[in-house]
C-alpha cells in the first residue's frame, strides 16, 4: 500500500461574477407569470478564444463523462418552446424542450408543475423537472444568464448547471426552508433507477436584499469518465459496468454546500457565492480501486450596474482551489489516468459584458473573459443574440 496527497491550496479568496435576475430568452422568465402562454426562445452566438475553448478537461478537477468539444465559431446556440398553463389562484404547469448548438436532439428543459398549498403562499411545492434550488446562479438558465460564459466553480462543482427530477417543498415567504429530494442522472450524481439525492436551502430575501445557504447529498453509484477522446459531447455517462481502460468510475458520497449573499439597488446589483464541493469513497481503475477523498472550494463575486434604460454593465472576478486524497495501490498512474496529478494551482477567471436590450423580447450581449491556472492562461469572446416570443392565452 502507497499514499498520495494532492493538498488543497490554502489560498481561497472570494471571487467575483455576474448574473441577472432579469430577461432573455429564458425559462426563468415564465416562472412567475400571471398569466399563461406559449413561448418560442432561440439565441445565436459567436465565441473565439486563442486557444481551444472550453478546455476538454478542467485540470486538477475530477470530471465526468466524454470530454468537452471546441466550441469555437459562429451559430445557433439554442431553441426552446414551451408553454406556462396556469390554474386556480396558486398553481401552474411549465413545460420547455429545447436543443442546444448542433446536437439535433431535444430534451426537456423543465417539465415542473408546482404552486402554494394555501392562498398566503406560505407552502409551495414543485414537483418534476427543474433547476436544484441551490445558490442563485443555478436556478437560472445558462442562457437565461447575464454573462453567457460560466464561471469555472459551476464547472468543476455541477457540470456547468444542475437540474433534476424531483420534488421541493417550502414553508415560508421572507424566511423560507425548501427541502428537495431528486433523481440526479449527471454530474456531480450518477445514472440511477430511483432517488439519489436530497436538498435543503435555508434563506431570507427582502425588496434589496436575498441569502442563502443550501446544501445538497449526493449517492454516486459510478460516476464515470471517459479517459479516451470522444467524436462529439454527449449528456450520458460512460457505462461502470465493466473495467476497461477506457474509463474510471467514483463510488460513493457527494456533498455541495453553497452560500449565496446579494444586494438589488435602483441601479446596481451586486452579489456572491460561495461553493464546496467533496466526493468521499472510491475510484474504480484497471490500476486498482484506491480509497479517494476530493474537495473543491470556490467563490465569485458580482456586480452589475443599469448604464442606461436598456443597457447593463456586468463584471465578475473568481477563485477557487482543488484538492485529492487517494490511498491503495498504483495511485500516480491513476491520478495522471483522470488528470487530477495538478492540482496545487489555483483558478481564477475575470468577466465583463455588456448588455443591450433594444426592444422587448430581444436581447444582445458582448463580453470577454480570462481564465488562468497552472501556467496557462485563455482569453474568450462571446458575442451573444438571444430572442423570445411570448403568446398570451389568458388574463
Known amino acids: 500500500m502507497n499514499a498520495t496527497r494532492i493538498l488543497l491550496n490554502s489560498r481561497l479568496s472570494f471571487v467575483v461574477g455576474v448574473l441577472t435576475i432579469g430577461v432573455s430568452a ?5 416562472e412567475s407569470g400571471d398569466t399563461s402562454s406559449v413561448f418560442l426562445g432561440l439565441g445565436a452566438q459567436s465565441l473565439q478564444s486563442d486557444q481551444v475553448w472550453p478546455v476538454d478537461r478542467l485540470p486538477g478537477v475530477l470530471e465526468a ?4 468539444e471546441d466550441e469555437h465559431g459562429d451559430g445557433l446556440a439554442y431553441v426552446e418552446i414551451g408553454a406556462n398553463l396556469l390554474w386556480g389562484k396558486t398553481h401552474q404547469l411549465l413545460l420547455s424542450i429545447g436543443t442546444h448548438g448542433e446536437e439535433n436532439e431535444w430534451d426537456a428543459e423543465a417539465a415542473w408543475v408546482g404552486g402554494a398549498l394555501e392562498d398566503t403562499g406560505n407552502y409551495r411545492y414543485r414537483l418534476g ?3 436544484l434550488p441551490i445558490g442563485e446562479l443555478n436556478r437560472q438558465e ?3 444568464w447575464s454573462i453567457g460564459l460560466a464561471p469555472l466553480t459551476m464547472r468543476a462543482v455541477l457540470g456547468d448547471s444542475l437540474r433534476a427530477d424531483g420534488l421541493a417543498l417550502t414553508a415560508g415567504r421572507n424566511s423560507y426552508i425548501t427541502l428537495g429530494t431528486w433523481k440526479v442522472d449527471a454530474f456531480p450524481g450518477a445514472p440511477n433507477d430511483a432517488l439519489n439525492s436530497a436538498s ?3 434563506g431570507w430575501w427582502n425588496d434589496s436584499w436575498d441569502a442563502s445557504v443550501s446544501f445538497v447529498s449526493l449517492d454516486v453509484d459510478g460516476r464515470a469518465l471517459s479517459t479516451v477522446d470522444s467524436s462529439r459531447h454527449t449528456h450520458t455517462l460512460p457505462n461502470c459496468s465493466e473495467v476497461n481502460a477506457e474509463r474510471v468510475c467514483f463510488v460513493g458520497q457527494a456533498k455541495v454546500v453553497n452560500g449565496a449573499l446579494s444586494y438589488e439597488g435602483e441601479r446596481t446589483w451586486i452579489g456572491t457565492e460561495v461553493y464546496y464541493k467533496q466526493d468521499s469513497g472510491y475510484l474504480d481503475s484497471i490500476y486498482g480501486t484506491p480509497d479517494y477523498l476530493g474537495e473543491f472550494v470556490g467563490a465569485w463575486l458580482e456586480a452589475g450596474w443599469q448604464l442606461a434604460e436598456r443597457w447593463q454593465l456586468w463584471g465578475r472576478v473568481e477563485h477557487g482551489v482543488a484538492g485529492h486524497t487517494l490511498v491503495g495501490s498504483n495511485v500516480n498512474l491513476i491520478t495522471d489516468q483522470v488528470g487530477i496529478s495538478q492540482s496545487d494551482s489555483p483558478y481564477r477567471s475575470a468577466n465583463v459584458a455588456l448588455n443591450w436590450r433594444p426592444w422587448t423580447g430581444h436581447f444582445f450581449s458582448i463580453e470577454g473573459g480570462r481564465y488562468t491556472w497552472l501556467r496557462d492562461q485563455y482569453d ?7 430572442f423570445v416570443f ?6
Open 26 to 30: 429564458s425559462v426563468l422568465a415564465h
Open 65 to 68: 463523462g466524454n470530454k468537452r
Open 129 to 131: 423537472r427543474q433547476m
Open 142 to 144: 445558462m442562457h437565461g
Open 200 to 202: 435543503m436551502t435555508v
Open 380 to 386: 474568450v469572446y462571446l458575442l451573444r443574440y438571444q
Open 390 to 395: 411570448d403568446y398570451m392565452l389568458s388574463k
